[in-house]
């Protein structure tokens, strides 16, 4: 099996966001003023956006359409609120997934007095259009793979002790990112920020350097 990995830093993404509002953003794709015609997307992933807010800062009411965008959130609590009424408080080891469809208004804050940190991730969805809706799955386990249909695209979480070993799920396009702690896979060591976009997984398996987290998307086509 020919494996190809294209691993990128966490210090090679766009540096976005306000500093004087309390919010620092690093995109791992080209996002907003940070236009790299080659690097739109990865399978179904166009966005992978490492977000920081400080107590009390946010983003205001935006759209968004046509993209599934789900949140893993870090540490600390992100307030939600949508055009459709939901209001949610997320916290680690949560999911949310909102998908815009035909179109959705949102409001993203950090109402808490602690930092927040947060990773949000926008799939393009294989058919646009239709009417938004929204989720949380609280604590979701390593053991529970999270789908996203309209994407083709299954989320998986490992949480892994030093020295445990994990399959790479075997599909087309599997896209890795390291909440926490440092792997290895495919012969490169990757730590919180990194991540790696890989073809032709196969049996390819990753190893926990230290106490990790990390997040693989399994995708069925590109």
Known sequence: MVHVIDVRRAAQRY??????????????????????PDNLRF??????????????????EHPHSHTEIVTWVVEGELTHRDSTGHETVVRPGDVQRLSAASGVRHVECNAAAVPLTFLQMWLAPRTPGGAPSYEVVHGIADSTPYAVPEAGAVL???????????????AAYV????????????GEELGPGDSARIVGAGDMGLTAVTGAEVLLWEMTAG
Not at 45 to 60: T, W
Not at 161 to 170: I, S
Not at 175 to 186: F, N, P, S
């Open 156 to 170: 998986h979480v490992r949480r892994l002790a030093r020295g445990e070993r994990t399959a790479v799920p075997d």
């Open 15 to 36: 540096h976005g966001g306000d500093a004087q509002a309390g919010i620092d953003s690093r995109h791992a794709f080209s996002f907003g003023p940070h236009y790299d």
């Open 175 to 186: 896209y890795a990112h390291v909440v926490r702690g440092e792997i290895r896979l495919g």
């Open 43 to 60: 399978g179904a992933v166009i966005a992978c956006n490492e977000e920081r807010l400080a107590p009390g800062a946010g983003f205001d």
